[in-house]
């Protein structure tokens, strides 16, 4: 089956440091992949997609490289702010799903001045 | 801007009470959507809708129904509360149509968390 496994937080950095979440997938055929971003209080919002293979995605200084060959889409930010903090949901979209989106179990992210 | 908009923010429901939760979209989206979000585990769909008067099983349908009567509004009915229900629930909408591989971004509300006693 469809899923998405995430590294689990909470993910504790200084301003400015460099950023890494790792998120792994298992689907069968060609998958759409993305990154949402919940900040405290609010519904979630697109970050970033890639859409095949080798795809990169990028938003807000976000990068995040759809990997076929290891099946993963890790999401990196070289010097994050005090403003990222949220909760980072990854997710996939089977081929042809309606939309239809499987999530991670999210990690959240919080960043000290 | 794409504007979905959840009823209530907090909601808090007895035991074996029949809850409604609504939700509206204000962009002629097809798509509608409701996840449950819980620590941990992520989100998981309860019920999706590609147009008016359909819906669709998600992973987790147990204990639910949904009702789309208009295409601008997607109701989550808890039939009997029950405390394993009590979580944040996020509606969701999106523009594409049952045949189309684009993806489109799901929009989402700001969420309702219910508290079943």
């Known amino acids: 089956g469809n899923s998405v496994t995430q590294m689990e937080g909470p993910v504790t950095l200084s301003e400015e440091a460099f950023l890494t979440i790792n998120c792994t997938y298992t689907a069968t055929g060609y998958p759409s992949l993305f990154w949402y971003v919940q900040y405290p209080g609010e519904g979630l919002q697109l970050l970033l997609k890639?859409?095949?293979?080798?795809d990169k995605g990028s938003n807000k200084g976000f990068e995040a490289t759809y990997r076929k060959e290891t099946t993963s889409f890790h999401l990196e930010k070289g010097s994050v702010q005090v403003s990222d903090s949220a909760v980072y949901f990854c997710a996939l979209q089977p081929y042809g799903g309606y939309n239809k989106l499987i999530f991670g179990a999210g990690t959240r992210l919080a960043v000290h001045p | 801007d794409v504007k979905v908009t959840q009823s209530s923010r907090y909601l808090v429901k007895r035991t074996g009470e029949k809850v409604f939760l609504e939700c509206v979209q204000d962009m002629d989206h097809e798509n509608m959507f409701w996840y449950r979000q819980d620590p941990g585990l992520g989100l998981r769909l309860i019920y999706f809708?590609?147009?008016?008067?359909?819906?669709e099983k998600g992973d987790i349908p147990e204990g639910y129904s949904v009702s789309r009567e208009k295409k601008e509004r997607f109701s989550l009915i808890l039939e009997s509360a029950s405390t394993n229900q009590t979580s944040m629930y996020l509606c969701a909408s999106s523009s594409q149509g049952r045949t189309s591989s684009y993806n489109s971004p799901l929009h989402f509300g700001n969420g309702t968390r219910l508290t079943v006693t």
């Open positions: 809708s590609y147009d008016v008067k359909m819906k």
């Open positions: 890639a859409t095949k293979a080798d």
